[in-house]
């Protein structure tokens, strides 16, 4: 079955950097985009970068120049780089997948305070 495990939230400070990981299984990770997504507290789930099968990408228009997103398909990891982090990024953070229906990992806390 599908399972996306995320990690590498945290806190820090305004500014600084967090690389969050998602570990995925389950499915042929190299055949399909995937995606991540955050939430911030009282607020919708929101999408946030994506990533095709050809690795091409899309982000955000508030977090373009500043988040990365990449995967490694030896490795099954789709990866979240988050530079210059301000105090709205604050979220959970949630790789996703469509396999027939949307799959969500667990979440990471991101929390960008000072």
């Known amino acids: 079955q599908v399972q996306l495990v995320e990690s590498g939230g945290g806190l820090v400070q305004p500014g600084g950097s967090l690389r969050l990981s998602c570990a995925a299984s389950?499915?042929?990770?190299?055949?399909?985009?995937m995606t991540w997504y955050c939430q911030a507290p009282g607020k919708e789930r929101e999408w946030v970068a994506g990533i095709t099968a050809t690795d091409s990408t899309n982000y955000l228009d508030s977090v373009k120049g500043r988040f990365t997103i990449s995967r490694d398909k030896a490795k099954n990891a789709v990866y979240l780089q988050m530079n210059s982090l301000k105090p709205e990024d604050t979220a959970v953070y949630y790789c996703?997948?469509?396999?027939?229906?949307?799959?969500w990992g667990q979440g990471t806390q991101v929390t960008v305070s000072s």
């Open positions: 996703s997948i469509v396999k027939i229906r949307r799959y």
């Open positions: 389950g499915f042929s990770f190299s055949s399909y985009p």
